[in-house]
């Protein structure tokens, strides 16, 4: 029955009644049901083109009771904005358990909206996950996005007053502009392992739950811990005309779509154009007569203690003595009289009077700027980094303050085709200087308090590192109403695209890996070691790893990273990461060692043997999704050669890949103390890159027995084949390079 499910609440999917004033193409059904489908939507009808493309063509259906309903694909349409905003529903993805805490039903979800003119709303919806012991996967367009995992081990209360906090609920948001959206959702491994982990809580949380959902019609009472599948959630999403820009739209002019007394529009999503009604018309801006003049003076009085006067398309005010309209909105202000007596006031008189006004508005405009300003920069944590400067617990020579106006011309008003990233903290774009310098500004989202000692934890961070392979802070900027970092531009993208986007034309070979994996592990173990004061990356993953023009491994964002005193481990309530790098330890108690970078570094150390990604649901379930736990089961049953990468496979050594191997499975232990540290790790590479033939030679056959456990020993009836090697079935053996 459980397949059943979507078929059936689709059918008792809530059909609000649309808030659009405007009128569908004449000639065409207005409404199906309690919904209006304004143009350039129309519903597709034999007789007649209602809509304005095959894009905006939607269907109206019978439902189950006879009750017509609105469709586009196979969503359920509830409301159309002529703003520019479609409210569909969507079912959750979701994971049954049984009494013994065995996973008997599942059901994933997805979201397609091909290449015509919707996305989904990144400033409306959220993903939400809710349930115990709950891992919810999401993948962005065919890649890896995001995870949100929730915890709990006794009955937590939902409320809507209460924040998803990671017990019970969890939460994340999803970038701009995406069109499609992979969500599954499953009980996670810790800190139990089997197929019965799930019991101690499958009482009072028979099901775990993950959709996304409008923002402003999300009720997290409405998923309490103890309910079933019922249905789904409204998700918002967006549409534009097509994706020109106002000024391509305009030059063809047939093809235009806004209609008379209304204008281009270029939405925030920057991925095409709308239309809207002039100022004083209201109406459908895309029929062509849609636009009506309105009567300003009706009802409330826009002039404010002033008379107001109605004409066609615009409204006056006439204002009394002694007072001066403000534009046209209102009447304030001591008037300036003039009075005309005998020839007048002379044109000289006049022209000081508008020049003295227009220094006086000038004045005015500065000092509000400067207000402004100053009130941004204590907003987004100005006098917090002043503090943490001024108390002499960081060592910082100088962190560059860059006025908004440089970085706003820098980017060209953040224009969206300079965007050069987006992730969890914000949106990054692609700069240059007035010196002809090309950066890296990173525009945070809004944030709240949490967040903001995050951003100026990232910027005192950052300034304090001096590391060739750790992207360079050049500066911020406080006095915008989003904080801004600079950072020095690296130009060759992520190693994630490298690894794993087939429109890759330049494959890493054995030595650049070799190379990439030498220079993280010298980064981290800067970081832990010989910086001033120990840093915790926290999120280190192969998305967080540039190449500069030399393809040079730069590690990058630390908004997230901790600096803690030596011989400590940071404690948090909240775990963060990135799910297929997570620590499972610190998944379990929470507490964030030095090691945890080590086990999120041996994941990208496997990544780039196999050039698998660190989450694949490609993989079955035997296989293992997570890539740290398909690469010990090809180690544990002699299989190494069948995974890796054939550049890996055709172009390394095989002495040196059995190293590296040996290495990254070190560093995936469960046991955190039996993980080498990233010294130790450093140390392995070095030998790796100096060592000839012989000297590796010599050092293999010794590392075989101290290193790889009983199947190297003389006893051992394991072989090396060009396809194969027999590895150790234990995962607790003792940690490698333990001689040193």
Known sequence: ??????????????????????????????????????????????????????????????????????????????????????????????????????????????????????????TRNIFTATGCYTSAQVTYESNYGASCLSLCKEYVEMTDENPCSGSGCCQISIPKGLKSFDYSVSSHDYPCSGSGCYRNVSDFNPCVFAFLADKRS???????????????TDVVIEWVV???????????????????????????????????????????????????DINECEGKNPCQEGTCTNTIGDYKCRCPLG????????????????????????????????????????????????????KYFKRNGGLLLQEQLSSGEVNVEKIKMFPSKELDKATDHYNANRTLGQGGQGTVYK???????IVAVKKSKVIDEGNLKQFINEVVLLSQINHRNVVKLLGCCLETELPLLVYEFIP????????????????????????????????????????????????????NILLDEKYRAKVADFGTSRSVSVDQTH???????????????????????????????????????????????????????????????????????????????KQGKKEDVLMVASLARSCLRLNGKERPTMKEVTMVFERIQKSDNLIVQREIEYDRKEVMGAPWDATSTSTISSFGISASSSLDEKPLLHTY
């Open 218 to 232: 999300l009720k997290i009472s409405d998923w309490p811990l103890s309910r079933t599948p019922k249905y789904g």
């Open 571 to 649: 404690v948090t309530t909240l775990v963060q990461g990135t799910f297929g790098y997570l620590d499972p330890e610190y998944f379990q108690s929470s507490q964030f060692t030095d090691k945890s970078d080590v086990y999120s570094f041996g994941v990208v150390l496997v990544e780039l043997l196999t050039g698998q990604k660190a989450i694949s649901f490609t993989r079955s379930e035997e296989q293992g999704r997570s890539l740290a736990t398909y690469f010990l089961m090809a180690m544990e049953s002699n299989c190494l050669f069948d995974i890796l990468d054939p550049n890996v496979v």
């Open 492 to 543: 060759n993208g992520t190693l994630f695209q490298f690894l794993h986007d087939p429109k890759e034309e330049f494959p890493l070979t054995w030595e650049m890996r070799l190379r990439i994996a030498a220079e993280v592990a010298g980064a981290l173990f800067y970081l832990h070691s010989a910086a001033s004061i120990a840093i915790f990356h926290r999120d280190i993953k192969s998305t």
């Open 431 to 437: 700069g240059m200087l007035a010196d002809g310098k």
């Open 323 to 374: 007072k001066h309209n403000d534009g046209k909105t209102r009447c304030t202000g001591v008037g300036i009289i003039i009075i005309i007596s005998g020839v007048g006031v002379g044109f000289g008189a006049v022209l000081f009077l508008f020049i003295g006004l227009w220094w006086v508005y000038k004045v005015f405009k500065r000092k509000r700027g400067e207000k402004l300003k100053r």
């Open 242 to 292: 097509e994706n020109k820009t106002c000024e391509q739209a305009k030059a063809n002019t047939s093809a235009y779509a806004c209609g008379t007394n209304a204008d281009c529009t270029y939405p925030e999503s920057g991925q095409g154009y709308r239309c809207s009604c002039n100022e004083g018309f209201e109406g459908n801006p895309y029929l062509k007569e849609g636009c009506q």
């Open 1 to 122: 029955m459980w397949v059943f499910l979507p078929m059936m609440v689709l059918s008792l999917w809530p059909v609000a009644a649309s808030t659009a004033r405007s009128a569908a193409k004449p000639g065409c059904q207005e409404k199906c049901g309690n919904v209006s489908v304004p143009y350039p939507f129309g519903i597709l009808e034999p007789t007649a083109s209602c809509a304005m493309n095959d894009d905006f063509s939607l269907f109206c259906i019978p439902n189950d009771e006879g009750h017509p309903e609105l469709y586009v694909a196979d969503m359920s349409i509830s409301n159309i904005e002529l703003e520019g905003t479609v409210t569909v529903g969507i079912y959750p993805a979701f994971s049954c358990f049984n009494e013994s805490g065995i996973e008997n039903y599942t059901v994933s979800q997805s979201i397609n909206l091909g290449s015509g003119p919707f996305m989904l709303s990144d």
